[in-house]
């Protein structure tokens, strides 16, 4: 019964509130939440880094070759236009 106002609370600032002033000022904020975020993947780096070398390992170099051309199609459909 108590994560039903906290789930509301989520809902109305985590989605909500954040679209509203994101579709507004969406510039302005991602110029402002930059520095965070290259601050956060500074901080998140040492953790990051070794568990992608784990999957990699893992998984091993067939799903990266999958991925790949994946990542081509993508960056040429976004340069076109």
Not at 33 to 42: D, E, F, G, S, T
Not at 53 to 64: N, P, S
């Amino acid at each position: 019964m108590t994560s039903a106002p906290v789930l509301s609370l989520v809902l109305v600032f985590g989605e909500i509130l954040a679209q509203a002033v994101c579709t507004r000022f969406g510039l302005t904020v991602g110029a402002a939440m930059a520095p965070l975020v290259r601050v956060l993947l500074l901080l998140f780096f040492p953790i990051s880094y070794p568990v992608s070398k784990v999957d990699l390992a893992q998984f091993g170099m067939d799903l990266r070759n999958q991925i790949l051309p994946l990542l081509a199609v993508f960056e040429a459909r976004t340069s076109s236009v």
